[in-house]
């Protein structure tokens, strides 16, 4: 399966989530999952949208329930897209917010980890965060699709938008 022989257009997925990136001198908010899709990677903090929540709000809330911080100044940079070939199908929206207020603290969820910008750990994380974190970090906006078997990214296709 690859990127081409999904129709992304009529692609519908399971889940709706999303990803918060706290970004402020130097370094960066990461985590280390603890549960679900993903545990014992690092990712940032975020999760899957409420009923009735927007993607902004189910951000903020996600970040401030994993690692007790609120983030400030958070704006939507990305905007992605994963098939499974075990069918399952999730979509995220990628936040950048410029600071955070609160102190982080250890969940059942998460582990935080600021990590400074030049030492981004890309081998502990998704395969496909290596592709688009840096264009959220240079201030570009995207859009990505990508296809995985479980943890193994099989093919994606990426697009920097105006």
Request: aromatic residues 10%; charged residues 25%.
């Amino acid at each position: 399966m690859s990127a081409s022989d999904v129709d992304w257009n009529a692609w519908v997925p399971r889940d709706r989530a999303t990803l918060l990136f706290v970004v402020r001198g130097g370094e960066i908010l990461l985590i280390r999952k603890k549960r679900g899709l993903g545990a014992g990677k690092i990712n940032a903090p975020g999760g899957r949208l409420e009923p009735g929540e927007t993607p902004h709000e189910a951000a903020i809330r996600e970040t401030r329930e994993e690692v007790g911080v609120t983030p400030t100044g958070a704006f939507e940079r990305g905007f992605l897209r994963f098939q499974f070939v075990d069918g399952y199908a999730l979509s995220a929206h990628v936040f950048l917010a410029t600071d955070c207020e609160g102190t982080l603290i250890e969940t059942d969820e998460a582990t935080p980890l600021w990590t400074p910008l030049n030492a981004i750990p890309y081998e502990e994380m998704w395969a496909d965060d290596a592709l688009w974190l840096p264009l959220l970090l240079a201030g570009k906006r995207f859009d990505g699709r990508f296809v995985f078997d479980g943890n193994a990214m099989l093919t994606h296709a990426l697009d920097v938008l105006p």
